[in-house]
């Protein structure tokens, strides 16, 4: 039994680690005028302790460390992947171009202070990645030493700058906020107004006024104007029925459209006239149509084009949209469906019995994890990760590593895997379950491993990391709040997002919605947040080769 608390045995490994986790996570949950740490406690706690003598290990505590890295950012690739490409689109090249620049700031930094003051290269990587709250960018970095005592030197000096590097961005959105006198009220209506435009699904009802398409079928109307709407239904004489492509449109039809915002205006001029209606207007007349959601739940739908299933053609039944994520799109014949999206659908109770059982609509499975391509995706991953990669200028190869090769094939495997038919749903409680384990496993681990090292360090010098790093984070992240505002004239929620994502801080992401509301500032930090995390991973990197 003794053994089991003062030994360095698996079981008192995996005890340790147990133990520090629950602490530290507990303690995250306390939080001082609003802001906390969160798991970052789980760090200083494994420090604390292996200071005192506790310790793993060696082979355990390399190995948890590696695999709970890898989970980590396998499980934010497989996330963010299905949007990540689409980020770009409608201001996501702005803001990357922008975090991109904040992180070669931190370099820039980073290398400045090493060149004044003489500091070694390798602990200032350590300090950078702790100054900008990057915790996969201190794994890479400390895979690229392999060196045991700098690895350990490494995570003392991330651990002496991360909490100023939290409290310092909060500081400098405070502060931004009042140097541009932000009305908050004022920025999210402005917000509101540009959503009004998105390309998310709208409804809207049109009345047949236009002569010229008196006695036309749908499908010369509509040729051309490619696949951006759907003709929901289409109410005449108080009936109500669903159109194909050869129905006949009359004077004074009324026709229930899905579109996106764009398309408005082409529909007003086509149909004649915008009217207002309610969806419970239909509803009344509509007794024998009814409105289902029904989930895909059949693996084989994963990669199919919606056009492919021929509903309306076969059973009479309307897709009108598809709920991806909680966003709701236009149901184009091309959209490619993907495991876990919902359809909404239109016809008889009959059909769409038919319709459900040819998606599956059978929720409860999708709680069910499909784990063959995660391990699959891990272990591709893994191997390109393990590709050298020759940089001009660079003294030896570069390798994305652990990090790096994980996130990069994940974000792959998000994106495309419904195009090859792969399914690579899990619900969000899943992926959030499986990213706080790693990250969990992780800090836990590289507590342990630094706490040996940790005081004597600070007391030989490593309180200048703290003002080193409190410099690598104010410098670029106040320089990049300016530019944003100054100069490319973002909104403060965007800034918010840009600049939490590009620190990726969920920290200072938790205080800015908790403070000024909404989850416009999500969104944006989910534009910049992969492309991000691979800078940071890759510069970490780049920086220790550089110190060989």
């Given at each position: 039994?003794?053994?089991?608390?003062?030994?360095?045995g698996?079981?008192?490994?995996?005890?340790?680690?147990?133990?520090?986790?629950?602490?530290?996570?507990?303690?995250?949950?306390?939080?001082?005028?609003?802001?906390?740490?969160?798991?970052?406690?789980?760090?200083?706690?494994?420090?604390?302790?292996?200071?005192?003598?506790?310790?793993?290990?060696?082979?355990?505590?390399?190995?948890?460390?590696?695999?709970?890295?890898?989970?980590?950012?396998?499980?934010?690739?497989?996330?963010?992947?299905?949007?990540?490409?689409?980020?770009?689109?409608k201001?996501?090249?702005?803001?990357?171009?922008?975090?991109?620049?904040?992180?070669?700031?931190?370099v820039?930094?980073?290398?400045?202070?090493?060149?004044?003051?003489?500091?070694?290269?390798?602990?200032?990587?350590?300090?950078?990645?702790?100054?900008?709250?990057?915790?996969?960018?201190?794994?890479?970095?400390?895979?690229?030493?392999?060196?045991?005592?700098?690895?350990?030197?490494?995570?003392?000096?991330?651990a002496?700058a991360?909490?100023?590097?939290?409290?310092?961005?909060?500081?400098?959105?405070?502060?931004?906020?009042?140097?541009?006198?932000?009305?908050?009220?004022?920025?999210?209506?402005?917000?509101?107004?540009?959503?009004?435009?998105?390309e998310?699904?709208?409804?809207?009802?049109?009345?047949?006024?236009?002569?010229?398409?008196?006695?036309?079928?749908?499908?010369?109307?509509?040729?051309?104007?490619?696949?951006?709407?759907?003709?929901?239904?289409?109410?005449?004489?108080?009936?109500?029925?669903?159109?194909?492509?050869?129905?006949?449109?009359?004077?004074?039809?009324?026709?229930?459209?899905?579109?996106?915002?764009?398309?408005?205006?082409?529909?007003?001029?086509?149909?004649?006239?915008?009217?207002?209606?309610?969806?419970?207007d239909?509803?009344?007349?509509?007794?024998?149509?009814?409105?289902?959601?029904?989930?895909?739940?059949?693996?084989?739908?994963?990669?199919?084009?919606?056009?492919?299933?021929?509903?309306?053609?076969?059973?009479?039944?309307?897709?009108?949209?598809?709920?991806?994520?909680?966003?709701?799109?236009?149901a184009?014949?091309?959209?490619?469906?993907?495991?876990?999206?919902?359809?909404?659908?239109?016809?008889?109770?009959?059909?769409?019995?038919?319709?459900?059982?040819?998606?599956?609509?059978?929720p409860?499975?999708?709680?069910?994890?499909?784990?063959?391509?995660?391990?699959?995706?891990?272990?591709?991953?893994?191997?390109?990760?393990?590709?050298?990669?020759?940089?001009?200028?660079?003294?030896?190869?570069v390798?994305?590593?652990?990090?790096?090769?994980?996130?990069?094939?994940?974000?792959l495997?998000?994106?495309?895997?419904?195009?090859?038919?792969?399914?690579?749903?899990?619900?969000?409680?899943?992926?959030?379950?499986?990213?706080?384990?790693?990250?969990?496993?992780?800090?836990?681990?590289?507590?342990l491993?630094?706490?040996?090292?940790?005081?004597?360090?600070?007391?030989?010098?490593?309180?200048w990391?703290?003002?080193?790093?409190?410099?690598?984070?104010?410098?670029?992240?106040g320089?990049?709040?300016l530019?944003?505002?100054?100069?490319?004239?973002?909104?403060?929620?965007?800034?918010?997002?840009?600049?939490?994502?590009?620190?990726?801080?969920?920290?200072?992401?938790?205080?800015?919605?908790?403070?000024?509301?909404?989850?416009?500032t999500?969104?944006?930090?989910?534009?910049?947040?992969?492309?991000?995390?691979?800078?940071?991973?890759?510069?970490?990197?780049?920086?220790?080769?550089?110190?060989?």
């Open positions: 039994m003794t053994e089991l608390f003062t030994g360095t698996l079981a008192h490994s995996i005890m340790l680690f147990a133990f520090v986790i629950a602490t530290g996570l507990w303690l995250g949950r306390f939080k001082v005028k609003g802001v906390s740490i969160g798991s970052t406690w789980i760090l200083f706690v494994g420090i604390l302790l292996s200071h005192f003598g506790l310790r793993a290990d060696p082979g355990a505590l390399a190995f948890v460390k590696d695999f709970g890295l890898i989970l980590f950012v396998f499980s934010i690739g497989l996330q963010v992947g299905p949007g990540f490409f689409q980020s770009f689109k201001g996501g090249v702005k803001l990357n171009l922008l975090a991109v620049t904040l992180v070669l700031l931190a820039a930094v980073t290398l400045a202070i090493h060149g004044i003051v003489g500091e070694d290269l390798k602990v200032m990587t350590g300090v950078m990645s702790g100054a900008v709250t990057n915790t996969p960018g201190l794994g890479a970095a400390q895979q690229a030493i392999a060196n045991p005592e700098a690895s350990s030197q490494l995570a003392s000096a991330y002496v991360y909490p100023l590097g939290v409290l310092g961005v909060i500081a400098l959105i405070i502060a931004s906020k009042a140097l541009f006198k932000i009305d908050i009220d004022k920025e999210k209506a402005q917000l509101d107004a540009d959503d009004d435009t998105a998310g699904a709208r409804r809207m009802h049109c009345e047949v006024v236009n002569p010229a398409i008196f006695g036309k079928s749908l499908r010369d109307v509509t040729c051309g104007m490619g696949d951006n709407f759907i003709i929901s239904r289409v109410m005449r004489d108080g009936e109500i029925s669903i159109p194909g492509p050869d129905y006949i449109l009359q004077e004074g039809d009324k026709v229930l459209i899905v579109t996106s915002q764009s398309m408005v205006d082409s529909l007003r001029i086509i149909f004649g006239k915008e009217v207002e209606m309610h969806q419970s239909w509803l009344k007349i509509d007794e024998h149509l009814v409105t289902r959601r029904l989930s895909i739940t059949k693996s084989a739908m994963t990669g199919k084009k919606l056009k492919e299933l021929n509903i309306r053609k076969i059973y009479g039944v309307t897709v009108t949209r598809v709920v991806r994520a909680g966003v709701e799109l236009v184009r014949p091309n959209l490619i469906l993907e495991m876990g999206d919902t359809i909404l659908v239109v016809g008889t109770e009959s059909a769409i019995g038919d319709v459900a059982k040819l998606v599956g609509n059978k409860e499975s999708l709680s069910k994890p499909n784990l063959v391509p995660i391990f699959f995706g891990i272990a591709v991953g893994i191997i390109f990760g393990s590709i050298p990669i020759a940089l001009p200028g660079m003294p030896s190869a390798k994305l590593g652990l990090a790096g090769g994980p996130l990069i094939i994940a974000i495997l998000g994106h495309y895997g419904p195009k090859l038919k792969i399914t690579t749903y899990t619900t969000l409680s899943a992926n959030m379950m499986i990213r706080e384990i790693g990250i969990s496993l992780f800090m836990a681990a590289v507590g491993g630094a706490g040996e090292s940790f005081i004597s360090s600070i007391l030989n010098g490593g309180y990391w703290i003002l080193y790093g409190f410099l690598i984070t104010v410098i670029p992240v320089t990049i709040i530019l944003s505002r100054l100069v490319f004239k973002l909104n403060f929620y965007q800034i918010c997002g840009l600049v939490s994502g590009g620190t990726t801080d969920p920290a200072v992401l938790a205080f800015s919605q908790e403070m000024y509301g909404t989850d416009y999500s969104v944006n930090y989910a534009t910049v947040y992969p492309l991000t995390m691979f800078m940071r991973v890759l510069a970490a990197q780049v920086l220790v080769l550089l110190a060989l």
